[in-house]
């Protein structure tokens, strides 16, 4: 592998690396310290205003003899591997994650999947803030129940900032409350169905409501969010060059007839049912997803989300987990929809933030299923939080809503090998740290 480097006094335009025989290239202004641009050239740069002088003499470039050099003169070869800069180790980060993205424009990312372009050009923001290694990051539904948990790991790292846009429908500022003021975080009122204009490194697009009765309560503006607002992050990606990962939904999946769901199944759904909203929405949104990757090379992970629980969900949020424990604090019956043998397989939080970081960290495109497997009927989930929680409590059947999913469970091979990830956290060890926060917010102390 070679590189031919352009540029002119210590301002470099742009590179091209040769590999196998195929060119990557790239035009991009970077301005390079003269100390790093003397170690770059061998000589020390000199800037000459006269034109053809400057073309001729002053625009160096440092290649292979194999590459077409544009007119500009050779000066050095440099075999792009580690011992050649190690001795300029901010140069070589510079390059080898130009490196990475421009490769991912010729490599399969995922199976037949390829891009046809390299991707966009991040920001030039982007490349200084890599000499500092910072990352600037946006979560959208930043303040909603898994978005704040991960705003929170996120910003457990010192070098990121993180700027959260959600429009508080389902979240709350509250949820985020020990971040605002902070320097390194910023805080949006914003409807992603809106454009957003910030200059960003990642983008995780968490923004929907992910309860069926929230979802279901606006459904044109359900989908509205998932299609144009999936479209305006990916519009934001694409300008300044971020990397962008989707927090899709096993709902994808539909009713499913093969269990458990392996990402290569093209599921069961609806089209015209009350959920599809919520299932063809995030099924369009992963489309979109796909279609920019191919066609604009822009750099994507689709994390396909199972049912998540723990603290700070909404207490009267309606799904499954947070509806039993607020009814067995409240003394109240625990309401299991018929027939009550549907079952689920429930993630605790910390888990589902754990595989999200580290799929939008890692080399995999996705579709990956991140979800714990341990699967249980609504009754025996009932029983359990009974158990735990309220041993007095009545277990009452209710009539259930159309399309309800009949079995869910995921299949992790591939979170397994491609993230090294799987849950820890067992639904019994997470219940009561679930039940402990809504103790707190609702003002239910423990019997002793
Ligand atoms: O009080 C209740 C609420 C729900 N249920 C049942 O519990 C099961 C789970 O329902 P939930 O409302 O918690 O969530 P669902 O599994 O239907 O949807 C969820 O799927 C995965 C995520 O992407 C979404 O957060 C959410 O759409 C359903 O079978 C439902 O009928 C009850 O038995 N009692």
Same mark, same amino acid.
């Given at each position: ?8 006094g210590n301002?470099?335009? $742009? ?16 301005k390079l310290p003269k100390k790093h641009m003397m170690w770059?050239l061998?000589?020390e740069p000199s800037?000459? &205003?006269?034109? !053809?002088?400057? &073309? ?16 500009? !003169? ?51 923001? &982007? ?58 975080? /910023?805080?949006?009122?914003?409807? *992603? ?18 309860? #069926? ?46 269990? #458990? ?37 822009? /750099? ?20 499954? @987990? ?17 027939? $009550? ?7 605790? @939080? ?16 996705? #579709? ?13 989930? +009932? ?14 059947? *209710? ?7 009949? !079995? ?27 039940? +402990? ?6 003002? *239910?102390?423990?019997?002793?």
């Amino acid at each position: 592998m070679s590189l031919c480097i352009l540029c002119f006094g210590n301002l470099v335009y $742009g590179w091209t690396f040769l590999v196998k025989g195929q060119k990557l290239q790239n035009r991009r202004l970077l301005k390079l310290p003269k100390k790093h641009m003397m170690w770059l050239l061998g000589f020390e740069p000199s800037i000459d &205003r006269k034109p !053809q002088r400057r &073309r001729l003499l002053q625009s160096y470039a440092i290649a292979s003899h194999k590459l077409p050099l544009h007119g500009y !003169q050779v000066h050095r070869k440099i075999p792009l591997v580690s011992s050649s800069l190690t001795c300029c180790p901010k140069i070589l980060r510079v390059f080898k994650l130009e490196f990475r993205l421009l490769t991912m424009a010729s490599n399969a990312s995922n199976g037949e999947h390829k891009a046809t372009k390299p991707p966009p050009t991040p920001s030039p923001l &982007r490349n200084s803030k890599f000499f500092q290694s910072n990352m600037r990051i946006l979560v959208t539904g930043g303040a909603g129940f898994i978005g704040s948990h991960l705003v929170d790991k996120l910003m457990e790292n010192e070098k990121n900032e993180v700027i959260v846009a959600d429009n508080y429908f389902t979240g709350s500022k509250d949820n985020l409350r020990k971040w605002i003021g902070h320097p390194r975080f /910023e805080l949006i009122r914003h409807d *992603v169905t809106e454009s957003l204009l910030v200059e960003v490194d990642q983008i995780y697009h968490l923004a929907c409501p992910a309860s #069926p009765i929230f979802y279901k309560h606006n459904p044109v503006k359900t989908i509205k969010t998932n299609v144009i607002g999936t479209l305006n992050m990916l519009g934001l990606a694409k300008r300044v060059g971020a990397r962008i990962l989707l927090t899709s939904t096993s709902e994808v999946y539909g009713d499913p007839l093969v269990h #458990p769901q392996p990402e290569s199944y093209w599921g069961n759904v609806n089209p015209i049912g009350v959920r599809s909203c919520y299932d063809e929405g995030k099924r369009v949104a992963e489309t979109l997803m796909f279609d920019y990757h191919r066609q604009h090379g822009i /750099e994507i992970r689709i994390a396909r989300i199972f049912n998540t629980y723990g603290p700070r969900m909404n207490i009267d949020d309606g799904r499954v @987990v947070s509806n039993f424990i607020a009814q067995a604090l409240r003394d109240e019956p625990l309401t299991v929809q018929a027939p $009550g043998t549907q079952t689920r397989s429930f993630c605790y @939080v910390s888990d589902m933030v754990d595989g999200l970081i580290r799929l939008m960290e890692g080399e995999n495109t996705g #579709p990956i299923n991140i979800g714990n497997p341990g699967e249980f009927t609504m009754i025996e989930l +009932a029983e359990t939080v009974k158990e735990l929680i309220n041993p007095n409590i009545e277990i009452k059947m *209710v009539e259930n809503t159309p399309d309800d999913p009949r !079995q869910r469970k995921p299949d992790i091979t591939n979170a397994k090998k491609l993230l090294g990830w799987e849950p820890k956290i067992k639904l019994r060890d997470g219940l009561p740290l679930m039940e +402990a926060d809504f103790r707190l917010r609702l003002g *239910v102390a423990k019997k002793a």
